[in-house]
């Protein structure tokens, strides 16, 4: 049987590397709550991603929740977003109570369309919701100008960008807030976790305390909060995996370029451009088949009968799940682009460890 190439595979460190670093857990017996890993993950990470603020989650998503929440706009406020996202960004401008307006995409990177923002904003504007999609860096200069002049937040979902540059600045200092995803699926992985990451410390201590229960301490509870802190094993994983990012990094970038060279100039293939001015980190390899022999469908199917796992990612859009149905602002024909783009795009399998003699069977494969 042919060898089996998932879409993905998480990074990990040796194993004598992770019981080095969980062992003091068992003198300790601290495995959770901000302890010594959770502080020391947490300073390392202000370190890489120079940003002086940065609060550790049990995951990106709930991440993500809580800095909006942070934000405490009025219930039934409007936040400009994309439909082309994980189900994750939509969800977490809705169960705030908050309504999201689909905004289309740039149909180079994939991340919104700065010039269609402006005609979205109403009176019930308070935010702008970003994602800087495959890792691709959003038209961060234009959002921020456009906020500036309508007074409103800019909230990036940055759960692909992790470790990427614009302009040498790094994606976690961009906005108000960026939010990270450390899931096993992403470039750097924490096993599941996730940050916000902040330039301005004034919500450090609203998220530190959202993500416990909204205690300040053990008599003063502040929010309803939840649960999202992230614990000690997840912390040590971090700390580990965090040693090896930059290797790693490398590592994608020649399955990148081997990608490129194959399936580069390909009629009917279309691949995204390296961005100007961008230092990438190399999470998505997507390509967009329109006029190929085959249909995007066809190839995802003849991939998986082969046993190699591609990702219609991102598809559906969002705003035509079906829990958004009754939204004013639903349907995927209210942006055509990300329509397009969602109905034609495969991400083929990319990771550190996956060979130029894998990449170069994945493309005859799609070529044959
Ligand atoms: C992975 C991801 C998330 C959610 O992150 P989790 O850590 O899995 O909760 C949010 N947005 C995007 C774009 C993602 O890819």
């Known amino acids: 049987m042919a060898k089996t190439i998932l879409v993905t595979r998480s990074s990990m460190p040796t194993y004598e590397e992770y019981c080095e670093e969980i062992k003091k857990l068992w003198d300790s017996h601290w495995l959770t709550?901000?302890?010594?890993?959770?502080?020391?993950?947490?300073?390392?990470?202000?370190?890489?991603?120079?940003?002086p603020n940065v609060v550790l989650y049990t995951n990106g998503h709930l991440a993500l929740e809580n800095i909006?929440?942070?934000?405490?706009?009025?219930?039934?406020?409007?936040?400009?977003?994309?439909?082309f996202t994980f189900a994750s960004t939509t969800h977490a401008i809705a169960r705030n109570g908050l309504v999201p307006v689909f905004c289309d995409v740039d149909p180079e990177t994939y991340t919104i369309d700065a010039d269609k923002i402006e005609a979205l904003i109403t009176g019930k504007t308070v935010a702008i919701v970003p994602v800087h999609v495959y890792g691709?860096?959003?038209?961060?200069?234009?959002?921020?100008?456009?906020?500036?002049?309508?007074?409103?937040?800019?909230?990036?979902?940055?759960?692909?960008?992790?470790?990427?540059k614009y302009k040498g600045i790094s994606a976690a200092n961009f906005g108000d807030?960026?939010?990270?995803?450390?899931?096993?699926?992403?470039?750097?992985?924490?096993?599941?976790?996730?940050?916000?990451?902040?330039?301005?410390?004034?919500?450090?201590?609203?998220?530190?305390?959202?993500?416990?229960?909204?205690?300040?301490?053990?008599?003063?509870?502040?929010?309803?909060?939840?649960?999202?802190?992230?614990?000690?094993f997840q912390a040590a994983m971090g700390i580990c995996n965090l040693r090896h990012l930059d290797?790693?990094?490398?590592?994608?970038?020649?399955?990148?370029?081997?990608y490129r060279e194959n399936l580069g100039g390909i009629s009917g293939i279309k691949l995204c451009?390296?961005?100007?001015?961008?230092?990438?980190?190399?999470?998505?390899?997507?390509a967009v088949f329109d006029g190929f022999k085959?249909?995007?469908?066809?190839?995802?199917?003849?991939?998986?009968?082969?046993?190699?796992?591609?990702?219609?990612?991102?598809?559906?859009?969002?705003?035509s799940f079906e829990c958004y149905r009754d939204l004013k602002t639903a349907g995927a024909g209210k942006t055509p682009v990300a329509a397009y783009i969602?109905?034609?795009?495969?991400?083929?399998?990319?990771?550190?460890?996956l060979s130029e003699d894998d990449v170069d069977r994945i493309c005859e494969i799609i070529m044959k």
């Open 294 to 319: 085959a249909t995007r469908d066809e190839v995802f199917a003849k991939l998986a009968k082969q046993n190699i796992t591609a990702r219609k990612y991102f598809y559906p859009l969002t705003n």
């Open 273 to 286: 451009k390296p961005q100007r001015d961008v230092e990438s980190n190399y999470a998505y390899f997507p």
């Open 342 to 353: 969602a109905d034609r795009v495969l991400t083929l399998p990319l990771y550190a460890d």
């Open 68 to 83: 909006i929440a942070a934000m405490q706009f009025p219930k039934g406020a409007e936040v400009i977003t994309t439909p």
């Open 33 to 51: 709550n901000m302890g010594a890993e959770h502080q020391k993950l947490q300073s390392n990470l202000e370190e890489y991603l120079d940003c």
């Open 247 to 258: 290797a790693e990094i490398t590592k994608r970038k020649k399955a990148v370029e081997r």
């Open 177 to 232: 807030a960026s939010m990270f995803s450390f899931h096993a699926t992403k470039v750097y992985n924490t096993i599941e976790g996730g940050a916000v990451c902040l330039r301005d410390p004034a919500l450090v201590k609203t998220l530190n305390e959202m993500r416990n229960f909204g205690m300040r301490d053990a008599e003063n509870i502040i929010y309803a909060g939840g649960n999202a802190k992230m614990n000690e």
């Open 136 to 164: 691709n860096i959003c038209d961060v200069e234009k959002i921020d100008e456009i906020a500036k002049k309508h007074n409103l937040k800019v909230i990036y979902d940055a759960a692909h960008a992790f470790a990427a």
